[in-house]
């Protein structure tokens, strides 16, 4: 496996810069690397921690060259890296198994050609699935469901009744898609749940993490719209429609009948109030809890979430309350001090 540096700048179209039959056996972070392995700086703030680097020679953008080391220029160094990193650890593809025996299917399931079913997947009634997909073990879809072409379904998804997933999905492990909205009525003293006539519907495209969370709508679909990257541990409650090309990091939770315009972004653990609308390219940042409408291109922050300008003022402002709570402290003593030392009135005798 292992290639000349000369080889691996081949590889990349890259401008070499050192001795090209330099022995490359890995690719490694900068941190980690070794004296045989090739690491990658993207950006001048990583020039030093090259110098420090034991890696044998680095890759850089046509801007950038390290010091005292080898290394080979690029125009987008984490295409570069990545074709590297691939070669030396190919990616574990499994090799296509057709249709499992140890698989339970329906009668009425409608299977396309070369989709791979591995044992333990349970398929009910009526449910779909398109060419080219690929279902793992422990994976559970229930009936009526429809998958179009080349969807990822990884071990232990569950997909409730109806739920349409759109071409080229990918589900990660664990994900629950169309389970019940959180929603109940105070029916004589008990909370009575809501009717779940609705669906879950993810466009073409989309990416969902490991254990996320899809709840269907009370009567129509809840929609990831296309192209939208949802991370691992998110909760998208009952009645939501995500726009396109939306990112969520992990542990969002997006309560009920929510709508986002197209390529928003949710930074980790923000929380949603129901019935909000967020326009087209928003940006949350970490933690906001975001309480009223968003207009498009916001940004904003904190709890409650306000814009990042303001909240930056108020984060200076909160700051300096320790030095404001000493300067009044003195400024009340000063007073008080003044006060003691003015002169009394003379006492006016009744007449």
Known sequence: MEMTLQELATLVD???HGDGSLQISDAATLANAGPADISLADGEKFLQACNESAAAAIIVSTDLRPDDKPCIQVDNVQVAFTKVVSHFRKPRVPDAMGISPAAHISPTAQIGSEVDIYPGVTIGDDVEIGRGS?????VHIM???KLAENVTLFPNVVLYENTVVGPRVVIHAGA????????????????????????????????????TTIDRGT???????AGTKIDNQVMIAHNCRIGRHNIFCSQVGIAGSVTTGDYSVFAGQVGVKDHVNIGHQCMLGAKAGVMADIPDQGVYAGIPATPIR?????IAALIRL????????RL?????????????APRQDAA
Do not use: N
């Not at 690929?134 to 422990?138: A, K, L």
């Not at 029916?187 to 490991?210: K, M, N, P, Y």
């Not at 303001?310 to 108020?314: E, H, L, T, V």
């Open 176 to 211: 629950v898609l169309g389970a019940y909205g959180f929603g109940y009525e105070m029916v004589e003293g008990r909370h009575q749940l809501s009717v779940q006539l609705g669906f879950v519907e993810i466009e073409a495209d989309v990416e969902i993490g490991a254990c």
């Open 322 to 329: 320790p030095e404001m709570r000493k300067a009044l402290k």
């Open 14 to 16: 890259g401008q070499l």
């Open 310 to 314: 303001k909240q930056i003022g108020m």
């Open 219 to 225: 009567y129509d679909a809840t929609v990831i719209g």
């Open 134 to 138: 690929r279902i793992y073990s422990g």
């Open 332 to 344: 009340e003593k000063a007073v008080a001090l003044m006060k003691s030392q003015e002169p009394t």
């Open 143 to 145: 009936a009526g469901s």
